[in-house]
């Protein structure tokens, strides 16, 4: 049987691959997606001399983006080796920033000095903060895109001897933010920020108790305000306020890397790269998109950045790339939201369970029990890729949504 496959895939494979006799898939970005993706891949393909995995990433440390806001407040996380997660599945990394991709010549440039060819690219550059929409946020306000953001955040909340911070942004990066620095550091008042009541997307109750929390950390929180500048002394109001602050920091939305654009992939208007059902990119068939990168259509609409979306895609695009190597379709993404976990600090937490739309649903847990949940979810990446290398099928199995992600014609 295996020997049958691997014929079959040396034969599918061979009027795709370079002049070297392999097949060269790329993936750039070792974020939540793109490490999902090099496992499930490398792991399916370990025995085959004929495909060769590479990843390209910054940093050869893997960036739990999930506890971003407990490094900015100088708490310890884990580190974690990215070539030792590759260990023994025959992917290799390169460590490196990928400045250009070359669609037609189908080449990465890496760090503008190596060229790295590839015969099928998977697209997993993530997203950041978007700083650039309102005028003195890319000079004067810190961000959590990144361990290197996180870790100037630290540096600075640490030589703070109270005063205020404005954490811009009342989405789950903003409350869980301010929730995490009211917390650590009780000497600074912290005002959150934003258009929208924190937790708008949950039911009364998740919403009720949120607002709760916030107010037992004294999180002063300005909703229905509008940031239109940032000042090296604060933030300015649409309608003309401002408020004071020592300390800005942006988790106000997020924008994804110019170089799919550049690159002349098809984007959405936010420079996602769009995907056919299967994640394949539309204009681009030896180019898969996924996680925040992606513009991944399912019934409900255009799936926003999540983790537990993220994964998904990326498992996904390996198992179909592993199909178009053995001369088979690529099967249909799909993709139900089933619950959003926020941490209010290190005891308390709410988790809002959604339908597959991400609407919500009548049930949420808090306090204590949801703290729980959130963590388990939170740690569960690292160890999900350590099974996939063993087991690459338990990488697998996610909620399809039922008719909510059956996908409209495009
Ligand atoms: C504080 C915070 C809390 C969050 N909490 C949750 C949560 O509870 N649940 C949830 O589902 N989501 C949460 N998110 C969102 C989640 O982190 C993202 O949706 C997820 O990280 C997207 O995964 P990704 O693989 O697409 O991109 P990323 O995780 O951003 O990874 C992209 C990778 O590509 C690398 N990269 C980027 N550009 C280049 C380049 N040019 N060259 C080389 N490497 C490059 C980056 O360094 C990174 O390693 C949170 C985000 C933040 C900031």
Redesign the pocket.
Known sequence: MDAQRDAQRTSSTAGTTGTTGTHRVVI????????AAAVQLAARTRRLPDVQVTL????DR??E?????MTATGQQVADLSIPEMLDGTGAELVR????AVDADARTVR?DDDRVLPYDTLVY??????DTARVPGADDHAYG???AQDAELLADRLGRLRGGTVVVVGTG??GI??AAEIAEQRPDLDVVLVGRAEPGATMNARARTYLRGALDRLRVTVRAGAEVVKVRPDGVELAGGGSVAADVVLW?GGSRV?P?AAAAGLEVDERGRVVTDAALRSVSHPDVWA????AAVRQGYGVMH??????MPT?VHAALSIDRVLRGLEPKPFRFGYYH????LGRADAVVQFTHPDDSPRRISLTGRTAMRY?ET??ASPWPTYGRMKRMPASGAFWPTGGRFTRRAAR
Do not use: I
Request: one cysteine or more.
């Open positions: 750039l970005g070792a974020g939540y997606a793109g490490m390209v990433n910054g940093s893997f960036t983006r999930l506890r971003l806001h490196g920033w990928v400045t890496v997993g550059l993530g997203s950041v903060a959590l895109s990144n789950l990066t869980e933010s988790t890397s170089l996924v996680g925040d990168a950045g999540t983790c537990q979306g993220g990326g959003t976990p926020v941490s959130k979810v939170t």
